[in-house]
């Protein structure tokens, strides 16, 4: 059926719309309420609650709650219970690790004054402040599709439609989409977001950053033995089980309930198309130091997501006819400390004001340039400009040598000077593995079922769901060109970088097919980022699909 025998789209217009309701999104909305109660907000949420999509360590900075909430410690519904007691840095080998003395740390990757918790529960604890203050959230909703007016600016977004068969006939259940208007449209979809990658095309947003740089990370929730539990207890590892060349590292949070927070971080970088970071998380989890803490415990959720790393050199224009892009969907992950919720919460609040200000104007659909021009000398500009070469001398020179030259320039930053100047990224991650036969196969330990564990039941534990019978929502450009370069020049590396098990090439007399099992989607968008071709595209299933996290 084509655009024009479909049933019109109803449409509701607002003041402004928000895609997403994670922390940027929420803290937008309710600071846009805060100066003036009359505008009308509404938050449209992929997910299928608010939190649902959430993922994150997460040790949080304050310093956005006390900007949005002041008295949010007073509350006694905040999830956030955990201020961090203990903060340790180590360089793990296969057998052990090595301190790094915390006075050798510049002052910025210091926690003590920060709190560990769910981000998840923290956007479930938000929305209803927005919607106390009038704000409108829908979940459920996949914003499908910018709306643009007969200028080119941007008017809204259409939810996707409802009740599409897997080949694409109308099922009894069709339900068109809905336009949702506003006067402008702030974009907060977190880190690869299918509809901002499109605004940031059109409007040539990126013609003067470097390329996009992401990671992918891994978490699990464990509740361990009360004996070994340390509650506000903060530990990351670099090193092993990754090698010099390969960036990333590990985390445990200790918080709330004998719980802990472990995950595993592995930069996009990567060259080596036999890499698995899922493996390389089970393997970490068997470090002797690291295994004995969850020996007897019980695994509870898992989940993956990508993340931003460009940090400064690769945010990208913020503004366009008609709205802005704020959090990961920006890209202000600060990625030495790894954190990115403070600024996500920043940049909602600072481009709330700047629309706030140009409707108290009467603008309507123009460019919120005041935003652009603000961020870089406001909290969040001055945070990732001292972390900016961190990344990319990582990238540069490996992990050891990596690391003390991005914590000297992070101490001379801290003092007011680079002797690095502003240091570039190479090249989009998608072009950075290497053919497969300048590699060998990595033979990674079977899971034990104890410590570690295969895909298919850490899926299980994301609560991942989509409709079965809808068309398949990871779109392959030219399949042909999947078997002559993903898999015939680099080994299919599809089936390893997917943290769920989604992609497969499967062996059949006629040879290789590519397969791909939607319903694992746990919405990392990797796939979006490493395909050699660029050859995948992620775009948002019907509303309400994915993970449903739950303390995530």
């Known amino acids: ?63 956005g709650l006390d900007k949005l909430v002041p008295d949010w410690r007073e509350d006694a519904d905040c999830p956030l219970k955990t201020q961090v ?64 007016d007969d200028k080119g600016a941007v008017r809204g977004i259409a939810t996707g439609d409802m009740g599409i068969a897997k080949d694409g006939s109308h099922k009894d259940s069709y339900t068109r989409g809905m336009e949702l208007l506003g006067k402008y449209t702030l974009f907060a979809e977190g ?35 009360p004996a070994k539990h340390k509650k506000g207890w903060v530990q990351h590892t670099l090193g092993w089980p990754l090698n010099d060349k390969t960036g990333g590292g590990s985390f445990l949070y200790h918080y709330d309930d004998n719980r802990v927070a472990v995950g595993f971080v592995v930069h996009l970088n990567y060259n080596d198309p036999y890499l698995s970071p899922f493996d390389e998380f089970q393997r ?12 007897g415990g019980k695994r509870l959720a898992y989940g993956a997501r990508a993340i931003t790393e460009g940090g400064y050199q690769s945010v990208p224009r913020l503004t366009f006819p008609g709205g802005a892009l704020i959090g990961c969907a920006a890209g202000f992950v600060n990625v030495p400390r790894i954190k990115g919720v ?33 961020w870089r000398s406001s909290a969040i500009g001055k945070d990732l400009f001292k972390v900016r070469n961190a990344k990319p001398l990582l990238s540069k020179f490996g992990n050891l040598l990596g690391m003390a030259l991005s914590g000297f320039d992070m101490w001379c930053n801290t003092l007011g000077f680079s002797l690095f100047g ?29 410590i570690s564990f295969d895909k298919l039941s850490s899926v299980f534990l994301s609560n991942t769901n989509h409709e079965e019978d809808q068309p398949v929502h990871l779109k392959v450009a030219d399949m042909n060109l999947q078997k002559t370069s993903e898999h015939d020049v680099f080994a299919g590396p599809s089936n390893r970088y997917c943290p769920a098990g989604v992609y497969e090439w499967v ?22 980022v490493k395909d050699p071709n660029g050859n995948i595209t992620w775009v948002p299933p019907e509303g309400g699909g994915g993970p449903n996290y739950e303390a995530m």
């Open 284 to 295: 970490m989890k068997t470090h002797p130091d690291i295994r004995e803490v969850f020996e």
């Open 507 to 528: 062996e059949e007399s006629a040879g290789p097919r590519f397969q791909i099992n939607a319903q694992n989607c746990v919405h990392c968008k990797t796939c979006d």
């Open 191 to 225: 880190a690869r977001g299918s509809l901002s990658k499109q605004l940031i095309a059109k409007f040539k947003l990126d013609a003067n950053s470097e390329p996009p740089k992401f990671g992918i990370g891994l978490k699990e929730v464990w509740q361990i033995d």
């Open 422 to 450: 502003t240091q570039s990224h190479a090249k989009p991650d998608r072009k950075t593995l290497d053919p497969s036969k300048q590699h060998q196969p990595i033979a990674y330990p079977k899971p034990d079922g104890k």
């Open 1 to 63: 059926m084509s655009a024009e025998d479909l049933p019109p789209r109803e449409s509701m217009e607002f003041d402004v719309v928000i895609v997403g309701a994670g922390p940027s999104g929420l803290s937008a909305a309710i600071r846009l309420k805060q100066l003036n109660p009359e505008l009308s907000i509404v938050v449209v949420e992929k997910g299928s609650e608010v939190g649902a999509h959430i993922l994150s360590g997460a040790v949080i900075d304050p310093a």
């Open 342 to 374: 403070h600024n996500a919460m920043g940049s909602g609040m600072l481009a709330a004001e700047h629309v706030a200000a140009a409707l108290g104007a009467g603008r309507a659909n123009d460019e919120i340039v005041e935003y652009e021009n603000a």
């Open 85 to 148: 007691k203990q903060d340790r840095f180590y360089w793990a080998t296969s057998q052990g690790w090595f301190r790094i003395p915390n006075f050798i740390m510049p002052p910025l990757m210091h926690n003590h004054h920060n709190y560990i918790g769910s981000l998840g529960n923290v956007c479930r604890w938000l929305a209803p402040k927005a919607e106390a203050l009038g704000v409108e959230i829908y979940p459920g909703f996949a914003a499908a599709e910018v709306l643009y």
